[in-house]
C-alpha cells in the first residue's frame, strides 16, 4: 500500500469507511421516521416559521401557539392557520432523508454530495412551505374565504406541489453529481 488512503481499507476484516456510511445512513433514516413520530413537534417550529413569514404580508402581530398559526392579531380580523399533517413538508422532508440514507449505503454516491443535494432539496421544500403558509394568510385576510380556499386549495397546493417537486428533482439531480464524458 501507498501512503495515499483510499478510504477503502479494511482494519481487521471491517471496512471503516462503509461503517460510518451505515451510521450516516441510520441516522438519517432515524431523522426520517422520528420527523413522522414527532410531527406535532416538528408542525410546531412550521407554525412559527409561518408566523414569521405571515408577519411580513399581513397587518397586526403574527405568532404561533402548538401547530397554529395566528396573524392579524390586533386588527378586526385575527385568524389562525392549523398546520396539519398533509398541511406540512413533513410529508417530502421525510421521504427525502430515508432516500438519502438508502444512497449512503450505495458506494456509487459521494456523502458529501449527496448531504450537500440534502441540504438543498430540504432547504426548497421547508421554504416553499413556509411561503405556501404566507401566501394563504395573504389571500384570507385580502379576499377572505374566497381567497383562503382559492389560496389554500388552488394556487397554493399547485405552488406547492411545483415546489416539493423540484426540492425532490435538485436533490436527485446533485446527488447523481456531474455527468462524466466517456473518451
Known amino acids: ?3 495515499h488512503s483510499t478510504g477503502d481499507e479494511k482494519r481487521g476484516g471491517v471496512n471503516f469507511a462503509y461503517v460510518s456510511r451505515v451510521a450516516l445512513a441510520l441516522l438519517l433514516a432515524s431523522a426520517g421516521v422520528l420527523a413522522v413520530v414527532f410531527s406535532n413537534i ?70 458529501s454530495t449527496v448531504l450537500i443535494a440534502l441540504a438543498i432539496g430540504l432547504g426548497i421544500v421547508v421554504v416553499a412551505n413556509l411561503l405556501r403558509m404566507a401566501m394563504i394568510a395573504f389571500g ?11 389560496v ?6 399547485i405552488f406547492a406541489l411545483l415546489a416539493f417537486a423540484t426540492g425532490i428533482l435538485v436533490f436527485l439531480r ?10
Not at 397587518?59 to 401547530?67: L, R, V, Y
Not at 399533517?85 to 432523508?97: D, G, K, T, Y
Not at 389554500?152 to 397546493?157: A, F, K, T
Not at 446533485?174 to 473518451?183: D, E, N, P, V, Y
Open 140 to 150: 384570507w385576510d385580502r379576499f377572505g374565504q374566497q381567497g383562503f380556499n382559492a
Open 152 to 157: 389554500h386549495l388552488g394556487y397554493g397546493s
Open 42 to 111: 416538528v408542525r410546531q417550529w412550521e407554525a412559527a416559521g409561518s408566523a414569521l413569514a405571515m408577519s411580513f404580508v399581513t397587518p397586526g402581530k403574527s405568532f404561533a401557539i402548538g401547530q397554529v398559526a395566528y396573524f392579524g392579531m390586533g386588527t378586526d380580523t385575527p385568524r389562525g392557520i392549523d398546520i396539519t399533517e398533509l398541511c406540512s413538508a413533513i410529508v417530502v422532508v421525510a421521504p427525502l432523508l430515508i432516500l438519502a440514507a438508502l444512497m449512503m449505503l450505495l458506494k456509487r454516491f459521494k456523502v
Open 174 to 183: 446533485l446527488s447523481f453529481g456531474k455527468k462524466r464524458i466517456a473518451r
Open 1 to 3: 500500500m501507498g501512503k
